[in-house]
């Protein structure tokens, strides 16, 4: 069964550095997100993205964040600057469409990478 | 603002019947979704209602009222593995992000 991968499972950075988190989502899907959780909290939104493009991003998303697919399989997430407060768990989730009535718009989420910002 | 609420913690013995409720106070709905998510891991997806009605998937099953804003998850037969986390999302328009309830913690004992 086809399904997201993350890379890598587990980063610890210094508070400052640049950090790039991999996303591989499920090959025919065309909408991707990034959420996070910190722990012991709920799972939150960060940003979506369709046809090249940011199609909704959320109040987190600040500045400091990208995200780009540089590559026909690829879903990245840059964080430019970390910060102590950036230490969560990053999923990625893919669907296919997300068309309203259809169990194709379900998003289905990778494993995670847990970010440590020391 | 938007608005999710789930019990926190839930506990059932195993071949038990179990039902997690979800409220959403939303300005939007374009989908309710369950996902199950055990300590560490991934959510996964365990159902979808847009329509009110009752939706079953084997042991599980989950029900929508969208005019009083409320869901339920129905587990059955309980089992040990079924211990983990129960996430209500809701998404506001078709092709939005997923807005998530803080999720009940389901124990399951033998």
């Known amino acids: 069964e086809p399904e997201v991968t993350q890379t890598p499972s587990h980063q610890v950075t210094q508070m400052g550095q640049e950090v790039i988190l991999r996303c591989v989502p499920i090959?025919?899907?065309?909408?991707f997100y990034w959420y996070r959780q910190i722990l012991g909290q709920k799972v939150e939104f960060l940003v979506s993205?369709?046809?090249?493009?940011?199609?909704?991003k959320s109040e987190i998303f600040d500045d400091q964040f990208s995200v780009e697919r540089p590559d026909g399989s690829n879903f990245t997430l840059k964080i430019r600057s970390t910060k102590l407060e950036d230490s969560a768990m990053y999923f990625c989730?893919?669907?296919?469409?997300?068309?309203?009535?259809?169990?194709?718009?379900?998003?289905?989420f990778g494993p995670g990478t847990r970010l440590l910002v020391l | 603002g938007q608005n999710i609420d789930q019990p926190t913690e839930m506990t059932a013995t195993e071949g038990a019947i179990v039902q997690i409720n979800c409220t959403y106070q939303?300005?939007?709905?374009?989908?309710l979704f369950w996902y199950q998510q055990h300590a560490g891991e991934a959510p996964t997806f365990l159902s979808y209602?847009?329509?009110?009605g009752l939706e079953e998937k084997g042991r599980f099953s989950s029900f929508l009222s969208r005019s009083k804003g409320y869901s339920y998850l129905l587990l059955k037969e309980l089992q040990m593995k079924d211990s983990a986390s129960y996430l209500c999302?809701?998404?506001?328009?078709?092709?939005?992000?997923?807005?998530f309830g803080k999720g009940t913690t389901l124990s399951v004992s033998s």
């Open positions: 989730a893919s669907s296919e469409r997300p068309s309203s009535g259809s169990a194709r718009e379900t998003q289905y």
């Open positions: 209602n847009v329509l009110d």
């Open positions: 993205f369709y046809n090249n493009e940011i199609s909704e």
């Open positions: 999302a809701v998404r506001l328009e078709a092709g939005t992000a997923l807005i």
């Open positions: 090959s025919n899907h065309l909408y």
């Open positions: 939303t300005s939007g709905f374009n989908g």
